[in-house]
């Protein structure tokens, strides 16, 4: 466990899901509205207390009632708070995202109207206290002096800096940094074609520190303080629903296998395998949590009206039946009310396509396949237990 400290922003995401990216000028009804706290820095230090680090925050909060809720997410998030600066004047910076169903994608706009951190009070945080200093390269009129006067009370602990976009003398503050983190969007802006073009000349400028450029799914490159430049594919991940803060997971990945002593190319590959298990997530919460992919339990085409299907499930205390009821599909729990034992435990399960009824084996009893009520039989009036499922567009039948 490491005390890490992250500089740069708190803000607060509205987050909207949208089947596909509009097109301009067009009117699209959005799937899933929903307001969380965001920020890169926000979001590496919660990673890195999932990993199980003491996170603190160095940035700006304002006094509004969405400040209130950023703070008390810090606090559920356990990143400590009580290094941040608080402003009377200016509102929380928010960021309106939209997040695409069909890719994954997320673009953001954002909205700043709050005063950056001051020099004065990051040069009270007494920094030698923490085992790594974190940056976010913004703010640039002050970051110099900031990470300069944090140099001089630090011993051996290592400073990154995320660099995300272009902003005013950041060539000059870049070699300051033990570890640089470039992202593409920095590289394009600045005219570089690729990350090994970019990584060369910041080799030049930075000679002393290790460099990693992140290129979406095109993976990383990297090199160790003057070495040569190497690259890390991205995992493959099944299925990208939510790339939001995948580059902060990165981020956080990266620092906490080089606190764990790896190496820069292990370092890159154990970030690489958490930012890719993060994108088969929505949001970063219970980020370490296995994803487990869901298996369907069968497929309509599969079904009839004049046949029960039983399938097995793991999830559920008993197998399900699943038959097709007009153009619906119908689930139950295979399990008979009269005598707690699977409806086919004696032979098959008897179907009548014309009364739509099904017969349990052992007592005779005859359910509705329409709501799973007995008709007749030694549990009348009793009731199949209704299994609730979702079925996707091809067809595939899952547990709800
Ligand atoms: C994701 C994120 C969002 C935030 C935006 C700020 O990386 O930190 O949470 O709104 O980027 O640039």
Same mark, same amino acid.
């Given at each position: 466990m490491a005390k890490i400290l992250g500089v740069g922003n708190a803000v607060l995401d509205l987050i909207l899901t949208v089947p596909c990216y509009p097109k301009e000028d067009e009117e699209l009804r959005i799937i899933n509205k929903n307001y969380r706290s965001g920020g890169n820095v926000n979001n590496f230090l919660y990673v890195l207390s999932q990993l199980g680090h003491k996170s603190s925050i160095v940035t700006t909060i304002a006094n509004d009632s969405s400040a209130k809720q950023i703070m008390a997410e810090l606090d559920t998030r356990n990143i400590n708070t009580s290094n941040v600066q608080r402003f009377i004047q200016g509102q929380t910076p928010t960021s309106y995202i939209m997040l695409s169903e069909e890719t994954g994608s997320r673009t953001i706009t954002h909205f700043r109207d709050l005063p950056e951190l001051s020099f004065e009070h990051f040069a009270?945080?007494?920094? $030698? $206290?923490?085992d790594w200093i974190h940056f976010e390269a913004r703010n640039t009129k002050n970051l110099q002096g900031m990470i300069n006067i944090a140099k001089t009370f630090l011993t051996a602990q290592p400073i990154s800096l995320e660099v995300e976009k272009n902003r005013a003398e950041i060539e000059e503050i870049i070699p300051l940094a033990s570890l640089v983190i470039f992202s593409h969007h920095y590289a394009k802006q600045t005219g570089y074609k690729n990350a090994v073009e970019l990584l060369k000349k910041m080799r030049s400028i930075a000679p002393q520190s290790k460099l990693v450029c992140t290129w979406g799914v095109q993976g990383a490159w990297y090199c160790e303080a003057n070495e040569e430049i190497k690259h890390q594919p991205t995992e493959k991940t099944p299925n990208t629903i939510d790339t939001l803060g995948a580059g902060d997971t990165f981020n956080a990945g990266l620092i906490n296998a080089l606190i764990q002593k790896k190496t820069l190319a292990e370092a890159i590959a154990s970030a690489s395998k958490l930012a890719a298990l993060k994108c088969q997530k929505t949001g970063l919460d219970n980020l370490l949590t296995k994803v487990i992919e869901k298996q369907p339990?069968? &497929?309509?085409?599969?079904?009839?009206?004049s046949k029960a299907t039983i399938v097995p499930c793991s999830d559920l205390s008993h197998s399900v039946i699943l038959i097709k009821y007009d153009t619906e599909i119908k689930a139950y729990l295979n399990n008979c009310p009269h005598q707690d034992v699977p409806l086919n435990e004696a032979y098959k399960i008897d179907v009548n396509p014309f009364e739509k009824t099904l017969k349990c084996s052992v007592h005779d009893a005859f359910f509705k396949i #329409? #709501?799973? &009520? =007995?008709?007749?039989?030694? =549990?009348?009036n009793e009731e199949l237990k209704t299994v609730a499922i979702d079925i996707d567009d091809d067809g595939n039948i899952f547990l709800a």
């Open positions: 009270k945080i007494a920094v $030698e $206290e923490y339990l069968a &497929n309509t085409e599969q079904l009839t009206n #329409d #709501d799973g &009520n =007995c008709i007749e039989g030694p =549990c009348i």
